[in-house]
């Protein structure tokens, strides 16, 4: 089946705007980030080493790999096969807000998203894994208001 590229915008803008909705959906964590635990969200972060890797340079798993996460865009690795719905998105950055809303609900942000995990309800546990993932990177990105 063929799509042409008219057909692909209109599905392209559905997805986006689907994704920009549901990022509606998760509390803002953005105060909570000085103050989160970086070990609890190391802890945290144990439940996605199953399909994740989180050390520079180390092999993707079933998902990416997560070091630098933070302030890259979506779909980054070159060596990773994503979803088309991010794939999508490749021009959009990984902020604190957009990660919250995806790890409250991955299906819900990034419709057709391969990551099956349900998601992370519970606001400090979000907050102190992307706390956590924040300081996965070389250069770690400031803090929101600061």
């Known amino acids: 089946m063929k799509i042409n590229a008219a057909a692909l915008i209109v599905i392209i803008s559905s997805l986006i705007a689907a994704s920009s909705m549901a990022y509606a959906d998760a509390p803002s964590i953005n105060a909570m980030l000085a103050k989160a635990d970086i070990v609890a969200g190391e802890k945290t972060a144990h439940n996605c080493q199953m399909c994740h890797s989180f050390g520079k340079g180390e092999p993707n798993k079933t998902g990416p790999n997560l070091w630098d996460i933070i302030g890259s865009n979506h779909a980054r690795l070159d060596n990773y096969n994503y979803s088309s719905s991010m794939k999508a998105l490749h021009d959009t950055k990984w902020t604190y807000d ?13 419709a057709g998203t391969k ?3 349900p998601g992370i309800k ?3 546990d ?3 894994l992307i706390a956590y993932l924040r300081t996965l990177s070389d250069s770690p990105l400031p803090l929101p208001g600061k």
Do not use: E, K, V
């Not at 957009?98 to 990034?110: D, E, R, V, W």
């Open 98 to 110: 957009t990660l919250n809303q995806f790890l409250y609900s991955p299906q819900s942000a990034i």
């Open 115 to 117: 990551m099956a995990y």
């Open 122 to 124: 519970d606001t400090n």
């Open 126 to 128: 979000r907050a102190n």
